[in-house]
């Protein structure tokens, strides 16, 4: 190969090296397929399936769910939805934001959500509101990592918390 | 420059280009970094130091307060911190997870806030649970991106969210 050529290939392969360097594919995160996992998850904890629940959590998850205790690991957090004995009937999220960069990615919503517990009458709970964090495993499914919400209704009964 | 030496500096370049495919360097956040601004963030809320506390914020921030409505976009951001005349007297946050990918970071930490209002007897907040979303700006710098928490006490009033 003439050495003008090599010289373009060399120019080429260093410029990649360089456009590699700017760390502008690490905003590439497929947000398409994390909505499609988010409506997958929404739509079983509409329907209170915990297999289907529990199967979107990492390993390592954490939930900080509003007025108890945190929730670390895998266990925990499958022991946390199995108390939950409840009957889904209308979950409805809106979205605030959907963004990502790299291997994680996280949503904002505010919700409104109708279930029951038991033979007990319907109970609507909300408005409220949510943060979900997820993370693109090894195997390239992505999990969710944090998961917290609370409630958008002031508390009558003690003075909010200032913060955080 | 000779042929041989051109071929050498390609394959260099374009074994620079596979590498920068990878993406291993978005897995390199600068943690210590975005713990220095943390710390920073901390000490601001901790004194009511409420430029200090802003500054951190992105222009895009979103904070879900406990039993109150979500808050949009800088300005809403800053009435947020500005309707808050609190001292404070102690923040004692306990660092759950702080990791982070590409240009995004996040915290989960377990607190208790100690502060007073105005002339009045000091309240003690907590213990509340929080997660921060800290985002990289062009400029390098962290800002704060999404800032939620809640409290870990039981609610008596009410039934709390099953969820979200």
Known sequence: MKPKRLCILFVLGFSFFLWGCTGSQEEKVDLVA??????????AVNSAR???????????????????????GKQAVSEFWNRRA???????EEQVVLNGSGSIAYEVNTSIFKYQLGGQEPVESGPSKNVRIWKKQADGA??????VWNSSVPQPMRSSAISP
């Open 34 to 43: 994390v909505g499609d996992v988010i409506t997958e998850f929404r739509a």
């Open 50 to 72: 915990t297999d289907e629940i529990l199967v979107r959590y990492a390993e390592d998850a954490i939930i900080l769910p509003a007025n108890e205790e945190v929730v670390v």
């Open 86 to 92: 409840y009957t889904g009937i209308e979950l409805v």
């Open 142 to 147: 992505w999990k969710l990592q944090v998961d």
